[in-house]
Antibody, heavy 116, light 106 residues
Framework: QVKLLQSGAALVKPGASVKMSCKAS????????VSWVKQSHGKSLEWIGE????????NFNEKFKGKATLTVDKSTSTAYMELSRLTSEDSAIYYC?????????WGQGTLVTVSS | EIVLTQSPTTIAASPGEKVTITCRAS?????MYWYQQKPGASPKPWIY???KLASGVPNRFSGSGSGTSYSLTINTMETEDAATYYC?????????FGGGTKLELK
């Protein structure tokens, strides 16, 4: 079965960067886009962007351009998202999802807390 | 970007009651998707292509709509249905989500 296993929670200082991972299994990793979704505490969901593992092509929500960098390692079926210049507004749970026109599979989420 | 507005924001229902959640789009969309989320868990895919139930979703759930107005209906509320439901569109990029409807047990 399809699984997306995300890295653990991170506590980072303001101004720093954080890189999180999403390891896929149970399907051909290079066949489907991987999207990342942000959920701030108690709030709704925001799409950050997506990456196509086969080519590395990316699409971003304008709001997150310059904030998020998406990469993949095809050899390990792992997608990565790096967030830079962190502020308290970046404290949230970040989900990776497989993306086939909709978000059919979700990782368990990575909690990022930005605090000094 | 297309803004999705869900109503109501919160609703309480008794077991056996019929529940309808509405999602209105700021522009016409071709399909609507729905997710169920319980506290501390990831969103679960629930309804796709407006009216198709995801795997494992009970058939007391249904989805309908077109254009700018869509809905999720629970024919008879059960305790396990208490959760937050989100609508989502991807007729235009970026995909966007509604603000969520919290369904509570009365």
């Amino acid at each position: 079965q399809v699984k997306l296993l995300q890295s653990g929670a991170a506590l980072v200082k303001p101004g720093a960067s954080v890189k999180m991972s999403c390891k896929a299994s149970g399907y051909t990793f290079t066949d489907y886009w991987v999207s990342w979704v942000k959920q701030s505490h108690g709030k709704s969901l925001e799409w950050i962007g997506e990456i196509y593992p086969n080519s590395g092509a990316t699409n971003f929500n304008e709001k997150f351009k310059g904030k998020a960098t998406l990469t993949v390692d095809k050899s390990t079926s792992t997608a990565y998202m790096e967030l830079s210049r962190l502020t308290s507004e970046d404290s949230a749970i970040y989900y990776c999802t497989s993306d086939d026109g909709w978000f059919a599979y979700w990782g368990q989420g990575t909690l990022v807390t930005v605090s000094s | 970007e297309i803004v999705l507005t869900q109503s109501p924001t919160t609703i309480a229902a008794s077991p056996g009651e019929k529940v309808t959640i509405t999602c209105r789009a700021s522009s016409s969309v071709s399909y609507m998707y729905w997710y169920q989320q319980k506290p501390g868990a990831s969103p679960k895919p629930w309804i796709y292509d407006t009216s198709k139930l995801a795997s494992g979703v009970p058939n007391r759930f249904s989805g309908s709509g077109s254009g700018t107005s869509y809905s999720l209906t629970i024919n008879t509320m059960e305790t396990e249905d208490a959760a937050t439901y989100y609508c989502q569109q991807w007729s235009s990029t970026p995909p966007t989500f509604g603000g969520g409807t919290k369904l509570e047990l009365k």
